[in-house]
């Protein structure tokens, strides 16, 4: 069965970068992505990695994909406090006719000025 | 703004009831995903749509319906609601059917007293 697994928090200073882990279990995954939720709010589509590539960079955002350890990674550089929030990382996988997002339980990333 | 609007944003109702929560996906997207945020279960697949029809069936009680329109618009059914019924219900939506970007609505916060 399908299964993603995230750390529960991560504390990192202004400017820091930051590194969100992420493992997954299902090797039919097509799309791995991140999600940020703020307080209140709907999930942010960060990000996204096709699951036969390696790296993607995009601004301040670095997606690591290591598919033979099922890992996946989100580092984010130079982290401001509006990063504070929860991040997600989900594996899109066919099911039935179509797909499903997996999601992990969420990391919830404090960034302290 | 992702595009994908959902309504109500909030929504009270009481045991035994039923409600309906809508969602129009972004212009141009055929695909509708629900899924449901709880504290306990995390985000939960529950059904996906593609131009009208069912493709995927996930976690979906038996009390929980859904359909989508010639329009494309999408309506989740909750009956017989009971107070674990609360959560936060999410829609996305995508392009294609199989696993391309999806984008998620802000959400409808379900509480059931």
């Known amino acids: 069965g399908e299964d993603v697994e995230q750390s529960l928090f991560l504390s990192v200073r202004e400017g820091d970068s930051s590194v969100i882990n992420c493992t997954y279990t299902d090797s039919s995954s097509t799309y791995l992505y991140w999600y940020k939720q703020e307080p209140g709010a709907g999930l942010q589509l960060l990000t996204y990695?096709?699951?036969?590539?390696d790296m993607k960079q995009d601004q301040r955002l670095t997606v690591l994909l290591n598919k033979k350890d099922k890992h996946l990674s989100l580092r984010i550089a130079d982290t401001q406090t509006g990063d504070s929030a929860i991040y997600f990382c989900a594996e899109s996988i066919p099911y039935n006719a179509g797909n499903m997002l997996t999601f992990g339980g969420g990391t919830r990333l404090m960034v302290k000025p | 703004d992702s595009g994908v609007t959902q309504t109500p944003k909030h929504l009270i109702t009481a045991t035994g009831q039923r409600v309906t929560l809508r969602c129009s996906p972004r212009s141009g997207d055929l695909s509708v995903y629900w899924y449901q945020q709880s504290l306990d279960q995390g985000l939960q697949f529950l059904i996906q749509y593609y131009n009208g029809e069912e493709r995927a069936k996930g976690n979906i009680l038996e009390r929980f319906s859904a359909q989508q329109f010639p329009d494309l618009h999408s309506e989740l059914n909750l009956s017989s609601l009971e107070l674990g019924d609360s959560a936060l219900y999410f829609c996305a939506s995508s392009v294609g059917g199989s696993g391309t970007e999806a984008f998620f609505g802000q959400g409808t916060r379900l509480t059931v007293v």
């Open positions: 990695i096709f699951s036969n590539m």
